[in-house]
């Protein structure tokens, strides 16, 4: 069983940063694939950027040189930091864990580029 508790969402000016954060607590293992998707309003669920236990990394065209994903497994957390962001990154993002055969959800955290 893993819980997945999401943090760092907001409000931020078009341009502005902002560092999500993942940290997952219970049966979990750090050789798994960790990510970030996201949704905003009337779209589907996508990929934003995924991490594996190797610490490679993919990430969606939309954001690639602005966003960055890592993972501390220490702390069984995972980050996502973003940096010049629009407003067409306002979205609900969430976290994943992928632990063969179970797929683990954060409970969503809002972010708004707005000015």
């Known amino acids: 069983q893993v819980q997945l508790v999401e943090s760092g969402g907001g409000l931020v000016q078009p341009g502005g940063s902002l560092r999500l954060s993942c940290a997952a607590s219970?049966?979990?293992?750090?050789?798994?694939?960790m990510g970030w998707y996201r949704q905003a309003p009337g779209k589907e669920r996508e990929l934003v950027a995924v991490?594996?236990?190797?610490?490679?990394?993919h990430y969606a065209d939309s954001v690639k040189g602005r966003f960055t994903i890592s993972r501390d497994n220490a702390k069984n957390t995972v980050y996502l930091q973003m940096n010049s962001l629009k407003p067409e990154d306002t979205a609900v993002y969430y976290c994943?864990?992928?632990?063969?055969?179970?797929?683990?959800w954060g409970q969503g955290t809002q972010v708004t580029v707005s000015s």
């Open positions: 994943n864990v992928m632990q063969p055969p179970r797929n683990y």
């Open positions: 219970g049966s979990i293992f750090s050789i798994n694939v």
């Open positions: 991490i594996t236990g190797g610490s490679s990394t």
